[in-house]
């Protein structure tokens, strides 16, 4: 089935730095996503993206968060700086529509360890 | 309200046998319920989902089983496999498209 590719797939980092982490999505699909997990429990939505521009976005997703994805290359989501609760995994995940029924693909996931 | 609620959190079977993962919600616009499962160091993926204007739908050994009344939609995993193991997470879409998730059930499957 269509892939998405996530680098990296393990980043440890000192608190304060930053790190972007970087998806590549399904070639044809138009709306990007970001998700955070911990510990394998509830996939907690961080934001959309779609034509550039972010189309909602929760409250996890704090002011340190950025996301941008410039000519169409890699979907990127950049922390700065890193705090210690921000050791997570990352998904990103792409859809061709919005619409109810479009199904959401994942990535295998960044796992980001702030120390 | 927007919440989505699965339980049990966790669930162990016996292989062959069948295993029942429920979910409810709040929201009355939910229309589109997709349930995602998830192995242990990969992303989530689709399984299978349902609209409300069903009550059942099936694909093999996955059926779900939707009442809009009571709001709760149950996920069947008939004869149970090792390799069904895995979490498996109910969610939900409204009128705004968003997709709510519940918090999962971890299923085991014991040989």
């Known amino acids: 089935g269509p892939k998405v590719l996530q680098i990296p797939s393990h980043q440890i980092i000192d608190m304060g730095q930053m790190v972007t982490l970087n998806c590549d999505p399904v070639?044809?699909?138009?709306?990007f996503y970001w998700y955070k997990q911990i510990l394998g429990q509830q996939m907690e939505f961080l934001v959309n993206?779609?034509?550039?521009?972010?189309?909602?976005k929760s409250k996890l997703f704090k002011d340190q968060f950025s996301v941008e994805r410039p000519d169409g290359s890699y979907f990127t989501l950049k922390i700065q700086p890193t705090a210690l609760e921000d050791s997570a995994v990352y998904f990103c995940a792409s859809s061709l529509g919005r619409r109810a029924g479009n199904t959401l693909y994942f990535g295998e996931g960044s796992r980001l360890i702030v120390v | 309200q927007q919440q989505v609620r699965q339980s049990p959190q966790s669930l162990t079977v016996w292989e062959g046998e069948t295993a029942i993962l429920n979910c409810s919600y709040e929201?009355?616009?939910?229309?589109?319920f997709p349930w995602y499962q998830q192995f242990p160091g990969e992303g989530p993926a689709l399984l299978i989902s349902i609209r409300s204007v069903s009550d059942k739908k099936e694909d093999g050994r996955f059926t779900i089983f939707f009442n809009k009344r009571e709001k709760k939609l149950s996920l069947h995993i008939t004869d149970s496999q090792p390799g069904d193991s895995a979490t498996y997470f109910c969610a939900a879409s409204n009128s705004n498209y968003q997709l709510i998730w519940g918090s999962g059930t971890k299923l085991i499957i014991k040989p």
């Open positions: 070639s044809n699909h138009l709306y």
């Open positions: 929201d009355s616009t939910f229309n589109y």
């Open positions: 993206f779609y034509n550039g521009k972010v189309m909602e």
